[in-house]
C-alpha cells in the first residue's frame, strides 16, 4: 500500500525522531512510505488562536500537496481532527470543499491506520517495560478512540501496559491554552505526570507531539528521569527507557 506521511510540525522541528519512528513502522508492515517535502503545518494552531484565515491558507497549502496522495498517515492525533473535521470549518470554495471531503476519507492517524487495514498483526516488537499510557484528547476523541491504539500496543512483547485513573484526562497541553494560561497548563500536566509516576512505569508513552513536550519540560523541571515517548518509537524499538531493557 502506498502511504503519504504527514509529519506535524512539532514532530519536523522539536521531535524528528518520532517521524522516523512512523515510517518505520509503516515499512515493516509492507508500507511504500511517500514523504512530499513541500508539506507545511495542518494549520491548527492558527485555527485554534482565532486566525481563521491563516489557518485557511495552509488548509489550500495541504490540500494541494496531498491531493494525489493514496492514504495519508499522520503520527499525531490532533493534526488528523484538524484536517478531518476542522478543515469543513474554513472559508473554502466549493471546489475545495470537495478536495477536503476526498481527503479527510483517506487520512489517518497511524494506529488507526494500522487497524483499520489489519496490519497491526505484522508488528513483531518486543520492549520489556513497564509503560504508563496516556490517552492524548484528539486521539481518543477524533482519532479513533482507545482502541486502536490499545491493540497496536498489545502487539508489543514483553511490556506491561498500566493506565492511572486519570489517564484520559487531558495533560493540560492544549496548544495555544498552554501559552494564554501557563499555570493551569503546568497545574493539569502535573496531576497526570504524578499519577502515571505512581504506577512506577519504566517509560511513559502517548500519541501527540505537543502532549510529549508539555510532559517532558515538566518532568525535567522536577529533575524526573523517566522517558515519555511517541508510542510509535516502542513499535519500531527506537527508545530504550531508563531502567528497561529490550528483549
Not at 485513573?165 to 495533560?171: P, V
Amino acid at each position: 500500500m502506498r502511504v503519504s506521511l504527514f509529519v506535524p510540525c512539532l514532530v519536523d522541528r522539536f521531535l524528528p525522531e518520532i517521524g522516523l519512528a512512523c515510517a518505520k513502522v509503516l515499512e515493516e508492515v509492507g508500507c511504500s512510505v511517500e514523504l512530499d517535502r513541500r508539506q507545511t503545518c495542518c494549520g491548527q494552531p492558527p485555527f485554534n488562536a482565532g486566525f481563521p484565515a491563516e489557518a485557511t491558507h495552509l488548509a489550500r497549502r495541504m490540500l494541494s500537496v496531498f491531493k494525489d496522495a493514496g492514504v495519508v498517515v499522520a503520527p499525531s492525533g490532533s493534526c488528523v481532527a484538524m484536517v478531518r473535521d476542522a478543515f469543513g470549518d474554513l472559508d473554502l470554495t466549493e471546489t475545495e470543499f470537495a478536495a477536503w471531503k476526498r481527503l479527510r476519507e483517506r487520512t489517518f492517524e497511524l494506529s488507526e491506520f494500522l487497524v483499520a487495514n489489519g496490519l497491526h498483526v505484522r508488528l513483531r516488537p518486543r520492549f520489556k517495560a513497564r509503560v504508563a499510557v496516556h490517552r492524548t484528547c484528539h486521539h481518543l476523541r477524533h482519532a479513533g478512540g482507545e482502541g486502536p491504539l490499545s491493540e497496536v500496543l498489545a502487539r508489543v512483547d514483553g511490556m506491561e501496559p498500566v493506565e492511572s485513573a486519570e489517564a484520559r484526562e487531558c495533560c493540560g497541553f492544549g496548544g495555544v491554552f498552554s501559552m494564554k494560561l501557563p499555570e493551569l497548563s503546568v497545574a493539569m500536566g502535573k496531576r497526570r505526570l504524578d499519577g502515571m509516576l505512581a504506577l512506577g512505569p519504566d517509560v511513559i508513552a502517548l500519541a501527540d507531539a505537543g502532549c510529549i513536550l508539555h510532559l517532558r519540560g515538566i518532568a525535567s523541571a522536577a529533575g524526573i528521569d523517566v522517558p515519555v515517548v511517541h508510542y510509535a518509537q516502542l513499535l519500531s524499538d527506537t527508545v530504550l527507557p531508563a531502567g528497561g531493557r529490550r528483549g
